[in-house]
């Protein structure tokens, strides 16, 4: 248990469909984190958001939009998604002045049919 | 630009065998630190170990051993006697600065380690 906490676990959605997912940690850390783990590729970095603000998008879609409402929280809404959307999200968090210290939730496991 | 390989996809093993998983990187940073960490299942990350760059001691722990070799950029991770419980998918990861100059981790592709009983 890392303390780091994310919900829903598992999600099925369609097309059309809005939905998001959330990210919460009690760990006193600054920064959170949104990654993608696609099927046989490398965990991709999606956002970083250190105080609330964001500092860094590596280039995602816009159908995915984050949103971080305090440094505990941090949440990742989903519209119009495609089936190659299909993976595992993953929420990390960091304490300040060691963002390579990362700890992970348990993910939630995304299914775009 | 940061990169790392684990060649290896999958291994299988027969349980109290030893298996090492290989890590090789690339970076131009001359401080960044190394990770290996283990994805069950359950699919949450757990973190094994953190390895700063001027720390080139190999580190035990239990069953598990590491080996940093700065001179090839390898940080390859041993289990010794494995079991059952150690099926999993292990990463290796690497630090690296974003565009924004943020502190973030760049990782493999994984290792799937099947152990067998």
């Known amino acids: 248990e890392t303390g780091v906490t994310q919900t829903p676990r598992h999600l099925v959605m369609g097309m059309t469909n809005k939905k998001s997912l959330k990210c919460e940690q009690h760990?006193?850390?600054?920064?959170m984190y949104w990654y993608k783990q696609s099927a046989k590729k490398p965990l991709e970095l999606m956002f970083v958001?250190?105080?609330?603000?964001?500092?860094e998008n590596n280039s995602v879609p816009s159908r995915f939009s984050p949103e971080c409402p305090n440094s505990s929280h941090l949440f990742l809404h989903l519209h119009t998604l495609q089936p190659e959307d299909s993976a595992l999200y993953l929420c990390?968090?960091?304490?300040?002045?060691?963002?390579?210290?990362?700890?992970f939730g348990p993910g939630t496991r995304l299914t775009v049919t | 630009a940061q990169k790392v390989t684990q060649a290896q996809t999958e291994i299988s093993v027969v349980e109290k065998e030893d298996v090492t998983l290989d890590c090789v990187y690339e970076?131009?940073?001359?401080?960044?630190?190394l990770f290996w960490y283990k994805q069950p299942p359950s699919g949450e990350l757990v973190f094994l170990i953190r390895r700063n760059s001027f720390d080139e001691q190999n580190e035990i722990s239990g069953r598990y051993s590491w080996n940093f070799q700065k001179s090839t950029s390898s940080f390859n991770f041993t289990i010794t006697a494995s079991q059952v419980v150690d099926s999993a998918v292990y990463f290796c990861?690497?630090?690296?600065?974003?565009?924004?100059?943020?502190?973030?981790?760049?990782f493999g592709k994984g290792t799937m380690l099947l152990v067998s009983p």
């Open positions: 990390a968090s960091s304490p300040p002045g060691r963002s390579y210290e990362q700890y």
């Open positions: 990861a690497l630090t690296g600065l974003t565009n924004s100059g943020y502190s973030t981790l760049t």
């Open positions: 760990l006193g850390h600054n920064a």
């Open positions: 970076t131009r940073d001359t401080t960044y630190y």
């Open positions: 958001y250190n105080f609330k603000e964001q500092t």
